[in-house]
């Protein structure tokens, strides 16, 4: 058997427990590696108690790398988290880049999880076979950059090899409801709040180290197909623009579309758009490219402003999603500002979509007088001052003033604000949307709805689909032709998606940007080659099914109803102008369809024979208990 | 049969829109930045359209099989005129090869924002010289 190291780490921080238990391979059979493993040893460990509070010992954390990662291919360094999240208070998940996954399986670990808290600053230190949880005073308080830093240099002289890291923050200490986790700095597991879980258990880093190497079944296979992708990667114009330009490079191929956000929802488009697009981006901050582990790919951004209100030093550079947040959504024409509010949120360690689309949320506050200079501590709030933006993004790492009010995120905010603050809104689930419009493309609209950890673009391939980035033709469902801007059959798409999307990149772990030229026979092939499998696109379409349940049970489990599954109203509000004008997804139209597709009563919680029928007694048992 | 009866009507109407095009200075002020030569190949029906970004004005020239090109576009007259009413999808023409671009990819993702506003001005040039039967706008 090839890919997995074949052991799991079981980490206790209440006790102080560790334990190495052996990869059982019908189970990596079944639930494939990834968000797989991880949803169903969630559901396995809450089982008994799912009350609890996010933030609690009661929460387990799990880190799950996939069969691919460690594995010298494009686009495959990636890896899971999951937990319930502080921030929506539902199924909680991120999928990241970067070097620690790899590391960890040449440690020997397929996965870390992580139970009880820890009743002081606490790292976990991994080389190899020695497993220690340490302690982390000295640590506490700094930011990634920092930390990151210090534990390399605490740590260099045990091994020549340096090792990699995985840190919060000052936000996630601070419990930031949107905290990130980041490896190497700029590899960021962002959504839903991660890093406050960890902050909760007063967990600041994981140091691993492993001088190990990971096995292929087949490697003469694995060659062939390598051979056959180095063709198609080369002046591929997906990855030739991710490497020109990195993930930014949608801003041009997005504002044609009508997908980018503008003014916290309100626009789709601005004068002052070229201000901050890829070329400005080029000329303004960029200095170089940054790769994960194997990667040819090569799409991360670095950055740097040398002098200036925005002055930051060379590192990690904002991502697309970034630039629109704090960019296009709150007006703000300065790249230089955007790039120093990226450095904000990676030293603090926060989730640059909900950071920067709830200081969005707040200028519309301001603007509107529901907010003011008293309110933000003397701060001008408003369209496109890119010093209060910035300001702001630093007060809500510290969790100060208002700050601490934003720290909530935008949902939570609203609460506290009061007045017709939750109209402008762009959450589902208590998470902020992403930074692409399904007013110009309906499929997204439903995806947002119904994605079990909120308004979500990557936890299946529909953007990438319906975007037109991505092309499975063996997939009947997704090889047809998409309208964007048409709400019929959209049901039958997202599911589709759903299915193949947790096989892709839920599980195994393939990358939502680089690998997606691949065709499913590709990416199918490439797994069985490296694990001895014998999947089909047929099977991990099942696969992929029974998990993206198991996951919508667990939200299901944590409270979630049909009354969730909405976009908030400003998603809803026609555009007056532009290619997307006067379009809005039929949402009625796609929720009934895909109520009925997908087997889920009034209630959006899927039908007990559903569950039985995939093989989820377990599950059905705890949600109609629950009842 | 495609949308356009006969090479050279597609010829005149396409050619007359690129040429209205360059003269627009907020247009081929960006165009001509990029100092690129390139090679549009439509078929159904086939017409073969130069755009020359090289000098100080931007050349246009119909049937020029001649000039090295150092970007070639591929698709049919069809998808052309639809993705000039922003109509098709850009990135999902490129991925099913309905659109086929060769070339220094950057230097091609840099025309975007310089074409952005054509999209507004192709139902107008249609409307304005004639051209109404082919307006899907």
């Known amino acids: 058997m090839g890919g997995y190291a074949g052991k799991i780490l079981y980490i206790d921080l209440t006790s102080g427990a560790i334990e190495t238990r052996p990869l059982d391979l019908e189970f990596a059979r079944k639930y494939i590696g990834g968000l797989g493993f991880g949803a169903k040893i969630y559901l396995d460990l809450i089982k008994d108690r799912p009350g609890f509070d996010s933030l609690s010992a009661d929460n387990p954390f799990i880190l799950m790398t996939g069969p691919l990662t460690g594995i010298r291919m494009n686009a495959v360094a990636r890896w899971t988290v999951c937990s319930k999240s502080p921030l929506t208070g539902l199924w909680g998940e991120c999928n990241i880049g970067g070097f620690f996954g790899a590391e960890l399986k040449f440690a020997g670990y397929d996965g870390i999880v992580i139970t009880g808290e820890a009743d002081k600053p606490t790292y976990i230190y991994i080389d190899n076979n020695t497993v220690e949880i340490r302690d982390a005073q000295k640590y506490w308080g700094a930011d990634v950059y920092t930390v990151n830093d210090e534990i390399i240099a605490d740590h260099k002289d045990t091994s020549r090899k340096s090792g990699q890291v995985l840190t919060i923050g000052p936000a996630g200490e601070n419990l930031v409801r949107f905290a990130s986790i980041i490896n190497n700095k700029g590899h960021v597991a962002g959504r839903t709040g991660m890093g406050a879980v960890w902050g909760a258990k007063k967990l600041k880093a994981i140091f691993v180290r492993g001088t190990g190497s990971l096995k292929v079944a087949y490697p003469k296979r694995l060659d062939s197909l390598r051979k056959e992708l180095k063709e198609l990667y080369a002046g591929h114009i997906t990855i030739e623009g991710l490497r020109a330009f990195g993930t930014a490079s949608h801003m041009d191929i997005g504002i044609i579309s009508g997908d980018i956000p503008i003014k916290n929802w309100q626009q789709t488009d601005w004068e002052l758009f070229d201000e901050i697009g890829p070329i400005a981006y080029g000329e303004k901050i960029l200095t170089g490219n940054r790769t994960c582990y194997a990667c040819g790919v090569a799409c991360k951004r670095e950055a740097e402003v040398k002098e200036g209100p925005f002055k930051f030093d060379k590192g990690p550079g904002p991502e697309y999603e970034t630039v629109a947040t704090f960019g296009t959504m709150c007006l703000n024409s300065s790249m230089e500002s955007i790039g120093k509010a990226n450095d904000i949120c990676n030293r603090y360690g926060m989730d640059t979509i909900t ?36 300001a702001m993004a630093e007060k809500i790492g510290k969790k100060q003033g208002f700050g601490s009010i934003l720290s909530e995120g935008s949902a939570g905010a609203a609460k506290q604000i009061g007045g017709n603050a939750s109209d402008f809104l762009t959450t589902v689930k208590g998470l902020e949307a992403p930074m692409h419009d399904p007013r110009a493309a309906h499929g997204y609209g439903l995806a947002y709805a119904v994605t079990p950890r909120g308004a979500c673009h990557t936890a299946s391939p529909i953007y990438a689909i319906e975007g037109g980035g991505m092309y499975l033709p063996e997939i009947p469902e997704l090889g047809d032709e998409i309208i964007g801007m048409s709400s019929e059959g959209k049901a039958k798409l997202n599911i589709a998606c759903q299915d193949f999307g947790m096989f892709f990149s839920g599980c195994a772990v393939f990358c939502n940007l680089g690998a997606n030229i691949l065709n499913a026979t590709q990416a199918v092939d490439m797994v069985n080659h490296v694990t001895g499998f014998d999947y089909t696109i047929k099977e991990v379409m099942h696969l992929g099914r029974r998990i993206w349940y198991l996951k919508r049970g667990l939200s299901n489990l944590f409270g979630a109803r049909a009354e969730h599954d909405r976009l908030p109203k400003r998603l809803l509000t026609p555009i007056q102008t532009g290619p997307s004008q006067g379009s ?44 | 049969m495609g949308i356009f009866e006969s090479s050279q009507k597609f010829e005149e ?86 659109m086929v671009a060769k070339g220094p990819i950057p230097k091609i993702l840099k025309l975007l924002p310089a074409i952005k506003p054509a999209y507004t001005m192709y139902p107008k040039y249609l409307e304005d010289n004639g051209y109404n039967k082919y307006n899907i706008y």
């Not at chain 1, 200028?363 to 001052?385: H, K, V």
């Not at chain 2, 549009?40 to 970004?53: A, E, L, N, S």
């Open chain 1, 355 to 390: 950071c920067g689309s709830t200081i969005a949320f707040a200028i519309e506050c301001f603007e509107n007088g529901l907010i003011n200079e008293e309110d933000t501590d003397g701060l001008n709030l408003t369209w496109g001052n890119s010093e209060a933006i910035v």
């Open chain 1, 584 to 627: 809005v997804p039929d949402m009625d139209l796609m929720l009934k369809e895909f109520y009925e597709l997908r087997g889920f009563n009034d209630d959006g919680v899927p039908k007990k024979e559903i569950l039985e029928d995939l093989g989820l007694s377990e599950l059905s048992k705890l949600l109609y208990r629950e009842r």
């Open chain 2, 13 to 98: 109407i396409l050619g007359g829109f690129f040429r209205h095009v360059s003269d627009t200075p907020s247009v081929a002020n960006k165009l001509l930045a990029s100092k690129l030569i390139i090679r549009f190949t439509y078929t159904d029906p086939d017409v073969v359209i130069v755009v020359d970004c090289s000098g100080d004005k931007v050349g246009v020239r119909p049937g020029d099989t001649d000039t090295k090109a150092e970007v070639n576009m591929s698709m049919s007259a069809d998808i052309a005129h639809k993705f000039w009413f922003g109509k098709v999808n850009l990135l999902a023409a490129l991925t099913r090869r309905q």
